[in-house]
Nanobody
Framework: QGQLAESGGGSVQAGGSLRLSCAAS????MGWFRQAPGKVREGVAA????????HYADSVKGRFTISRDSFENIVYLEMNSLKPEDTAMYYC?????????????????????WGQGTQVTVSS
């Protein structure tokens, strides 16, 4: 484990798509968060290797998809139908915890490791 590294951010027009990547090895649960200027950091999506279940914020359900390539040790966030309100710095986060049931995937306190962030800008 170590520092996470995001990539794939950029500028797109509304309705466009982007795929974020996070190089990650040895983590149990991975999450994507975002933070817009003047706003709190919010959970966008998460998944754990153990059960493979995915979790999404209501604002991105049906548009974003989190996935994990265990062979390449990369976690992706596929973002489609992007909206101007999706504009934010996106962060990859990870922890080593194993949960037996539900867990507060969208709480920043659940994650120990964080990336530096990658900017996503969506213009109207």
């Amino acid at each position: 484990q170590g520092q996470l590294a995001e990539s794939g951010g950029g500028s797109v027009q509304a309705g466009g798509s982007l795929r974020l990547s996070c190089a990650a090895s040895g983590y149990e649960c991975m999450g994507w968060f975002r933070q817009a200027p003047g706003k709190v950091r919010e959970g966008v999506a998460a998944m754990c290797a153990g059960d493979g279940r995915t979790h999404y914020a209501d604002s991105v359900k049906g548009r974003f998809t989190i996935s994990r390539d265990s062979f390449e040790n990369i976690v992706y966030l596929e973002m489609n139908s992007l909206k101007p309100e999706d504009t934010a710095m996106y962060y990859c986060a990870a922890n080593l915890r194993i949960y037996s049931g539900g867990w507060p995937w969208d709480s920043k306190d659940e994650y120990t490791y964080w990336g530096q962030g990658t900017q996503v800008t969506v213009s109207s």
